[in-house]
């Protein structure tokens, strides 16, 4: 079953790490699977105010074990996540896809 990471991100400061950050969790993420569904500001906030001018970032995994070894490795925890600090708030959550439709 998929595996999904999603951020909620409020980007407070871009630095020279962030971009580096943004480029190395990439490829982490890919070498563990993984593709982004979607990785930017939303078009059109249509309801409320917790999206507006927040980037999103939607992850997927094809199982919560390849999920886990990517965000909760070594590598991610302590080379490419301290990248990211001090330039924002980030939520963050794990989920598992839907599950398939009964037969």
């Given amino acids: 079953m998929p595996a999904y990471i999603v951020s909620v991100c409020d980007i407070t400061s871009v630095t020279p790490e962030l971009k580096i950050y943004a480029q190395k969790s990439a490829e982490l993420a890919r070498r563990h699977g993984g593709r982004y569904i979607i990785r930017g500001k939303a078009a059109e906030v249509l309801e409320g105010s917790q ?11 094809a199982d919560m ?19 990211r600090k001090g330039t924002g708030l980030y939520d963050i959550g794990i989920f598992e896809g839907a599950p398939p439709p009964l037969q």
Avoid: C, D, N, R
């Fill in 51 to 61: 999206l507006a001018g927040k980037s999103v970032v939607i992850l997927e995994f």
């Fill in 65 to 83: 074990a390849s999920l886990v070894g990517y965000v909760k490795g070594e590598e991610y925890q302590t080379t490419v996540k301290p990248l």
